[in-house]
């Protein structure tokens, strides 16, 4: 905690600090098997630390992969259908102002909700399996 207070710039600071922790996870983690995902989240209204968010993603998923040990790139692939804009009319007392929604493409208004619930359920199940290895071997 002093580390990152006390420097110059406690943003690229942090960044290194998380980046020598993945580093560390990989390293004790090799031949376990299991595989490790990396997720950044930004949840500051300053500039300089929203872009060392991205920073911080983009050199977490470089080391991650560099340490797969053979070329890689990176693909984009849709996952959740592609929400489409569309005009609904406000139905309260003021008939001239419409509101802009997102719909999803198949009209299944539930698709992104169980999408997102499936994640947290499978990255929560990760988490524990990552809690009793990790407890299993310390013993």
């Not at 090799?30 to 500039?47: A, D, N, R, T």
């Not at 990176?74 to 102002?97: F, H, K, L, T």
């Not at 999803?104 to 524990?128: E, H, P, R, T, W």
Request: aromatic share 6%; with cysteine.
């Amino acid at each position: 905690e002093e580390l990152i207070l006390n420097a110059d710039k406690p943003v690229e600071k942090s960044v290194e600090f998380l980046c020598d922790i993945l580093r560390r996870i990989l390293a004790e983690c090799v031949g376990v098997g299991v595989p490790l995902g990396i997720s950044c989240e930004s949840v500051s209204i300053f500039k300089s630390e929203i872009d060392g968010c991205h920073t911080l993603f983009q050199r977490l998923q470089g080391i991650l992969l560099d340490t797969r040990g053979s070329p890689w790139n990176v693909q984009w692939i849709g996952v959740v259908p592609r929400a489409e804009r569309v005009m609904a009319s406000n139905d309260g007392d003021d008939a001239d102002e419409d509101k802009m929604v997102a719909v999803a493409a198949n009209n299944d208004a539930y698709a992104l909700v169980k999408a997102g619930f499936a994640g947290a359920v499978i990255g929560g199940a990760f988490v524990s399996l990552g809690v009793v290895l990790g407890g299993s071997r310390r013993r």
